[in-house]
């Protein structure tokens, strides 16, 4: 062991850092950047819409991909399956 090491605590040091004054200015900050006319709501819509859009016209592989993603719980039901009740017909078919 080196002198230098000699110095160095051997238990561990406890050492906590408050942030919360941080993430209070970079949650006002991000607030600034997305403006008064930001809609939470309406960008949840829009981010469904486009999901929908993604899944729809799959080809059969695709959809087969999709319906075995979507039993083993990586993806959630979508569209016009998740107003079926998920029986995995898709838009394959259409």
Same mark, same amino acid.
């Given at each position: 062991m080196s002198d230098k090491d000699a110095?160095?605590?051997t238990e561990? &040091?406890?050492f906590s850092v408050d942030l919360t004054g941080h993430e209070m200015?970079?949650?006002?900050?991000v607030m600034a950047a997305l403006?008064?006319?930001w809609d939470p709501v309406e960008m949840v819509r829009g981010e469904e819409e486009a999901f929908d859009m993604l899944y729809s016209g799959l080809d059969p592989e695709q959809q087969r991909l999709y319906d075995t993603? &979507?039993?083993a719980g990586?993806?959630?039901r979508r569209g016009d399956d998740a107003d079926r009740?998920?029986?995995g017909g898709g838009d394959a078919t259409a």
């Open positions: 110095s160095r605590p561990p &040091v406890e200015t970079r949650r006002a900050h403006g008064d006319g993603l &979507v039993a990586v993806l959630p009740g998920g029986d």
